[in-house]
């Protein structure tokens, strides 16, 4: 199973600053690999495909990059809603399996 | 517009069985695969189990494989869940989650608010 690890696990920043989140994977997975984020209470959301694909509706501040074992999302200026918690998952060990990282919490410092 | 409603969960007692419904609206529902991720309290996303657009084809998670369901009935708009010899670490929010371009692997672009399921004696 490929396995993805998120860093940091927290991550405080204030809005308008500059957040930079990380994913990487224990094998390639070429850039099969999405973005969500998950706000309190709320059901994910698809931020970014295929690693740097916004999805519909996304603002363009939402941003993706890499490509094997080594991806970034990267939220320009942070709005009030962008503080949440942000998952990576991947779809290229298919079949069997499809599996998510740990996930990054942006919280306002 | 485009919906997915999850309901069926609750409390329930080790061993006992559930079954989860996810109702579609606003799209062609026959069109597409379609996940159930669960999630528990506190923690991360987990992927559970996925069909295809027309029933045919289905994949589990390990951790649920021989115990969970999956299932579809197009001319109802509605998915299933059937869970089996639930055990505590069972315990999450079910989420449905249409697939990105209908695909089988394909990412999550449309989800349910979810339905919580605790297993508890």
């Known amino acids: 199973e490929i396995v993805l690890t998120q860093s940091p696990a927290t991550l405080s920043l204030s809005p308008g600053e500059r957040a930079t989140l990380s994913c990487r994977a224990s094998?390639?997975?070429?850039?099969?690999l999405a973005w969500y984020q998950q706000s309190p209470g709320q059901a994910p959301r698809l931020l970014i495909y295929?690693?740097?694909n916004r999805a519909t509706g996304i603002p363009a501040r939402f941003s993706g990059s890499g490509s094997g074992t080594d991806f970034t999302l990267t939220i320009s200026s942070l709005e009030p809603e962008d503080f949440a918690v942000y998952y990576c998952?991947?779809?290229?060990?298919?079949?069997?399996?499809?599996?998510f990282g740990g996930g990054t919490k942006v919280e306002i410092k | 517009q485009v919906q997915l409603v999850e309901s069926g969960g609750g409390v329930v007692q080790p061993e006992k069985s559930l079954r989860l419904s996810c109702a579609a609206s606003?799209?062609?529902?026959?069109?597409?695969?379609v996940h159930w991720v669960r999630q528990a309290p506190g923690k991360g996303l987990e992927w559970v189990a996925v069909?295809?657009?027309?029933?045919?084809?289905?994949y589990y998670a390990d951790s649920v494989k021989g115990r969970f369901t999956i299932s579809r009935d197009n001319s109802k708009y509605t998915l299933y869940l059937e869970v089996n010899s639930l055990r505590s670490e069972d315990t999450a929010v079910y989420y449905c989650?249409?697939?990105?371009?209908?695909?089988?692997?394909?990412?999550?672009?449309?989800w349910g608010k979810g339905t919580a399921v605790s297993v508890s004696s």
């Open positions: 069909i295809s657009y027309d029933g045919n084809d289905k």
């Open positions: 295929d690693a740097s």
């Open positions: 989650a249409r697939a990105l371009l209908g695909e089988v692997r394909g990412y999550m672009d449309v």
């Open positions: 094998q390639s997975v070429s850039t099969y």
């Open positions: 606003g799209f062609t529902f026959s069109s597409y695969a």
């Open positions: 998952h991947q779809r290229s060990n298919w079949p069997p399996s499809l599996t």
